[in-house]
Antibody, heavy 118, light 110 residues
């Protein structure tokens, strides 16, 4: 069974950065894009961006351009999402998910709560 | 604000049929983009429910079905069950984003 296991909850101060990891297993890591989606408390899903684990190429939502950095380490089949210049409204659960093209986001990580508070 | 609009809530009694709409525009659904649907049970990660507008992944009951017409898509749940109480999101592609989610719909089983 495909697994995406994310790093634990984080508490950061405004202006700081946070880096969330997403460890993939039981499939060929470089065959599928990894997407990052967040959900603020009581709110809907918001797409942040995606990374091609094979090439390292990324695309991000215009809203987050300049603040989000997505990377990967193929040797340990792990994708990372770093969000900088954190604000209180960045408080959310951040998910990674595997993209299968026309088949949607078929596997999701368990989510990582990022709390931004002074 | 999302470019895909869903009703905030729908409800139905056990056994009934409910539908959730996902209204887009000519820059997303109307442009022929795939529509996917996700179910999110309370406190859990979203789960893929329908892909490519009307296909079910293995393990998803056949009482869930999807359709698409023009600039809108719909998710239907027939034979509503208590375990279907959850939030549902549509997702498609848009020239502006490119990946966008709907505003989300809470399904309540009465």
């Amino acid at each position: 069974q495909v697994q995406l296991v994310q790093s634990g909850a984080e508490v950061q101060k405004p202006g700081a950065s946070v880096k969330v990891s997403c460890k993939a297993s039981r499939y060929t890591f470089t065959d599928y894009y990894i997407h990052w989606v967040r959900q603020a408390p009581g709110q809907g899903l918001e797409w942040l961006g995606r990374i091609d684990p094979d090439s390292g190429g990324t695309n991000s939502a215009q809203k987050f351009q300049g603040r989000v950095t997505m990377t990967r380490d193929t040797s340990i089949t792990t994708a990372y999402m770093e969000l900088s210049s954190l604000r209180s409204d960045d408080t959310a659960v951040y998910y990674c998910a595997r993209w299968t093209g026309h088949l949607g986001l078929d596997y999701w990580g368990q989510g990582t709560l990022v709390t931004v508070s002074s | 604000q999302s470019v895909l609009t869903q009703p905030p809530s729908v409800s139905g009694a056990p056994g009934q049929r409910v539908t959730i709409s996902c209204t887009g525009s000519s820059s997303n659904i109307g442009a022929g983009s795939d529509v996917h649907w996700y179910q999110q049970l309370p406190g859990t990660a979203p789960k893929l429910l329908i892909y490519g507008s009307n296909n079910r992944p293995s393990g998803v009951p056949d009482r869930f079905s999807g359709s698409k017409s023009g600039t809108s898509a719909s998710l239907a749940i027939t034979g509503l069950q208590a375990e279907d109480e959850a939030d549902y999101y549509c997702q498609s592609y848009d020239r502006s984003s490119p990946y966008v989610f709907g505003t989300g719909t809470k399904v309540t089983v009465l």
